[in-house]
């Protein structure tokens, strides 16, 4: 069974910094494309980055030069480093498993992070 933990979401000032993990478990993560997703109020659940299982990255455009997706192979982990963040960037944060990346589809969820940026 698939498990995806996600933490380090919070409240954070307009041009301040977050950093996001998920612990990933129940599946060979060396051979997996990882993501990020943003669901903010009202809105559909977006692409925001991802990581192939040799870690080529992938951006969305609005996020591009101000968020970086990394992983660690021996923690099983992905991270998601958000840097300049803007209010706009506020949005529950899913961490997703198992991505086809040409299609950005999961096949795995986690249960989200909220992330909110004041102005």
């Known amino acids: 069974q698939v498990e995806l933990v996600e933490t380090g979401g919070g409240l954070v000032q307009a041009g301040g910094s977050l950093r996001l993990s998920c612990a990933a478990s129940g599946l060979v993560f060396s051979f997996i494309n990882m993501g990020w997703f943003r669901q903010a109020p009202g809105k559909e659940r977006e692409f925001v980055a991802a990581?192939?299982?040799?870690?080529?990255?992938y951006y969305a455009d609005s996020v591009k030069g101000r968020f970086t997706i990394s992983r660690d192979y021996a923690k099983n982990t992905v991270y998601l480093q958000m840097n300049s963040l803007k209010p706009e960037d506020t949005a529950v944060y899913y961490c997703?498993?198992?991505?086809?990346?040409?299609?950005?589809?999961?096949?795995?969820w986690g249960q989200g992070t909220q992330v909110t940026v004041s102005s």
């Open positions: 990581i192939t299982h040799y870690s080529d990255t």
């Open positions: 997703a498993a198992r991505m086809n990346i040409l299609t950005k589809t999961p096949s795995d």
